[in-house]
C-alpha cells in the first residue's frame, strides 16, 4: 500500500484541475459563434459575449486551474 505523503497531489486538487478545465472549456465554447465569409460580414465577431466574457471566464478558469496546481494538500500530523 502506498504512503499517502509520496502523492503530490490529493482529491481536492484534481477536482479543481477539473472545474477550472471545464470553466476554461466554457469560455471557449463562448468565443464560438458565425464567421464571417468572403461575401458576407459577420459582426457578431465584435459582440461583448466574443470579445470581453468569453476571455475574462476562460482567465478565470486558468488562474483556478493555477490554484489548483500550487495548492498543498493538507497533512495529517
Do not use: C, W
Given at each position: 500500500?502506498?504512503?499517502?505523503?509520496?502523492?503530490?497531489?490529493?482529491?481536492?486538487?484534481?477536482?479543481?484541475?477539473?472545474?477550472?478545465?471545464?470553466?476554461?472549456?466554457?469560455?471557449?465554447?463562448?468565443?464560438?459563434?458565425?464567421?464571417?465569409?468572403?461575401?458576407?460580414?459577420?459582426?457578431?465577431i465584435f459582440?461583448?459575449?466574443?470579445?470581453?466574457?468569453?476571455?475574462?471566464?476562460?482567465?478565470?478558469?486558468?488562474?483556478?486551474?493555477?490554484?489548483?496546481?500550487?495548492?498543498?494538500?493538507?497533512?495529517?500530523?
Open positions: 500500500m502506498a504512503d499517502k505523503q509520496k502523492f503530490a497531489f490529493d482529491k481536492t486538487n484534481f477536482i479543481l484541475l477539473a472545474i477550472g478545465m471545464g470553466v476554461v472549456i466554457l469560455g471557449f465554447i463562448l468565443m464560438t459563434g458565425p464567421s464571417s465569409t468572403a461575401t458576407h460580414f459577420e459582426s457578431d459582440s461583448v459575449r466574443r470579445i470581453k466574457v468569453a476571455p475574462l471566464v476562460s482567465l478565470a478558469g486558468f488562474l483556478f486551474m493555477i490554484y489548483g496546481v500550487l495548492r498543498r494538500p493538507k497533512t495529517d500530523k
